[in-house]
């Protein structure tokens, strides 16, 4: 009697083998006739219906690609647009245009105003972006944008030091002294934001905007500001909105630090223009 192994192993090719010599045989026997037909062993052999059929993997749907709309790529490239058009590096240069167009400096030769323009503009703009590339080039900073928060520190001290400068510079040629103070109050604001940055990303765009609708508020108080420094506060107010919206879509800063970001700008120009 043959052992049934069949609930313990898998079935063997032998199994089936040993049955067919069994069948040729007529029983039992140990010792098969060797000399057996060569239609037994195709017999034998599997079928068509016994062989393993090699599995193909069907290629899976890849995962769909998000593709924004026509109005988000609108918005993302205005956003873009206006981090740029608005960049921190540019505000000096704006609050020297806006000063000696809507204050007492409106009195001024355009040929002065042109010259201390483009003063600014070199010290404010031209070498610190100059500096910024080259840190880009020596591996210390990444992005242009310096959207990261550990690669911002050296072009803060840059645009620290340069403030302070242009607002000497002011001083020594007899600029009122709130015009001076505007740009002491914009190094003051970069000292906290470079502090801060250490643990926290606060955004740089907004302090510097905050700071520009801080000197328009200290001129419209100064006593001598023209007409349409009102529209030009909210026009500028309406710029701080659309900037720190900006920031926020872009993913660059959270609602909390564009609104400390306004806070510091703000208070640190208007409370320095106050001085007398």
Known sequence: MKLDTSSYYP?????????????????????????????????????????????????????????PG???????????????????????????ILAFNLSILDYMPFANKLTFTLITASINVALPALLVVLLKRMGLVEDLG????????????????????????MWTKHAPLWFVMFFAGGAA????????????????????????????????????????VMVWIIVWVALSGLLGSARIWLGRHTVAQVFTGYAVGFLSVFLLTMIR
Not at 70 to 96: A, H, K, Q
Not at 146 to 169: D, H, S, V
């Open 11 to 67: 079935k063997s090719p032998l199994d089936d083998e040993e049955a067919a010599g069994e069948n040729q045989t007529g029983g039992n026997s140990l010792f098969p006739d060797s000399k057996a037909p060569d239609s037994d062993k195709e017999a034998i052999a599997p079928g068509p219906a016994e062989k393993v059929e090699e599995r193909r993997e069907e290629p899976q749907p890849s995962a769909p690609i998000y593709d």
């Open 146 to 169: 310096l959207n990261g928060r550990k690669e911002r520190f050296i072009p803060y001290l840059i645009t620290i030091i340069a403030m302070a400068g242009t607002g000497w510079f």
């Open 189 to 228: 604001a970069g000292v906290i934001n470079m502090i801060i940055n250490f643990k926290w990303k606060i955004s740089a765009h907004s302090a510097a905007i905050a700071g520009i609708v801080a000197l328009l508020i200290r001129i419209m108080h100064e006593g001598s500001a023209q007409p349409s």
């Open 70 to 96: 026509e109005g988000e790529r609108f918005i993302d490239n205005l956003s873009t647009l206006l981090s740029w058009i608005l960049v921190p590096l540019l505000m000096p240069v704006y609050g020297v």
